[in-house]
């Protein structure tokens, strides 16, 4: 049995539409992926100002003017006054 030019024009256009069909299939494959990739971006955005607020936070807790009051009414502490405090120094410094 031989082809005949009508034969191969089925063919060849049998070829188109699959290689086409691949096309549209890869590129919407890379619109799903592009658009979860911007989600994670969001989200990884959102994280980050989070952590930065959480920094923030944790920073003003640890500083003086809040832990000196708590300490002051929470605990009974007061703070020391200068000739109270002793500066010790490292023998092996010499």
């Not at 256009?13 to 658009?35: D, E, H, S, Y």
């Not at 959102?46 to 807790?61: C, D, F, G, H, Q």
């Not at 640890?62 to 002793?86: C, H, K, Y």
Request: aromatic letters at 4%; hydrophobic letters at 55%; zero cysteines.
């Amino acid at each position: 049995m031989t082809l005949r030019g009508r034969h191969w024009v089925a063919i060849w256009l049998a070829g188109f539409l699959v290689m086409a069909a691949l096309v549209v299939w890869r590129q919407t494959a890379a619109l799903a992926a592009a658009r979860q990739l911007k989600a994670l971006q969001t989200t990884r955005q959102a994280l980050e100002v989070t952590r930065a607020a959480t920094s923030a936070e944790i920073r003003r807790a640890g500083s003086r003017a809040v832990l000196v009051p708590l300490a002051q009414s929470r605990l009974g502490l007061r703070l020391p006054q200068d000739t109270e405090i002793v500066i010790l120094q490292d023998p092996r410094a010499r």
